[in-house]
């Protein structure tokens, strides 16, 4: 089956970490994504990881995949205002030539 | 290299018309892809087309809803006799033939129907 799932909020004090959790249940993905879109705006990919990773790390964004518990994370260190945003996880079987499954989004809130 | 290019930004149509949408993929990219995202919700995958070939169009609702990628031009996603629940906001997006760096989205449509 196909299915991704996400908290639908979360609020974080400015220059704390954010940590963005999602949960996938097809074990035959290839690829995880992190997207983040702003209001009005489109989808902005953010960063993504292969399967047979367990982390990858880009500047202040850190993914960690736990594959046997098919959970998935984003980690923003040293939040900032600019980093409201909605933040989507999707999985793809084979790449970026596949139909993504989007979860629903994470709404996060950076206050001072 | 400008981006993915959606138009128009904002659509208002009544019900029972007609609602075109457009896309223009990345130079380079000959794999187009329509989402829909309704309010509040993440993004459902609606079809998958090549140069004037419909890959997978399994997201697609089966009466109403139509999608082509021509040779030249833009891909375009038509509704037909649209109705409320059709208000949403409609990505396209495209990649390259191979890859794996995920899909560049465009800003998307905004049809609201009245």
């Known amino acids: 089956g196909e299915d991704v799932e996400q908290s639908l909020f979360l609020s974080v004090r400015e220059g704390d970490s954010s940590v963005i959790n999602c949960t996938y249940t097809?074990?035959?993905?290839?690829?995880l994504y992190w997207y983040k879109q702003e209001p009005g705006a489109g989808l902005q990919l953010l960063t993504y990881i292969f399967s047979n990773m367990d982390m990858k790390q880009d500047q202040r964004l850190t993914v960690l995949l736990n594959k046997k518990d098919k959970h998935l994370s984003l980690r923003i260190a040293d939040t900032q205002t600019g980093d409201s945003a909605i933040y989507f996880c999707a999985e793809s079987k084979s790449g970026g030539y596949n139909k993504l499954i989007f979860g629903a989004g994470t709404r996060l809130a950076v206050h001072p | 290299n400008a981006g993915v290019m959606q138009n128009p930004r904002h659509l208002v149509r009544r019900r029972g018309q007609e609602a075109r949408l457009r896309c223009s993929p990345m130079?380079?990219?000959?794999?187009v892809y329509w989402y829909r995202q309704l309010p509040e919700e993440g993004l459902k995958f609606m079809v998958y087309?090549?140069?004037?070939?419909?890959?997978?169009e399994s997201g697609m609702p089966k009466e109403r809803f139509s999608a082509e990628f021509p040779k030249e031009g833009p891909s375009i996603l038509r509704i037909q006799q649209v109705v409320r629940g059709d208000s949403a906001a409609y990505f396209c997006?495209?990649?390259?033939?191979?890859?794996?760096?995920?899909?560049?989205f465009g800003s998307g449509t905004r049809l609201t129907v009245v």
């Open positions: 130079k380079g990219h000959s794999h």
């Open positions: 997006a495209s990649s390259p033939p191979v890859g794996s760096d995920g899909y560049t």
């Open positions: 087309l090549q140069k004037e070939n419909i890959i997978d």
């Open positions: 097809d074990s035959s993905s290839t690829y």
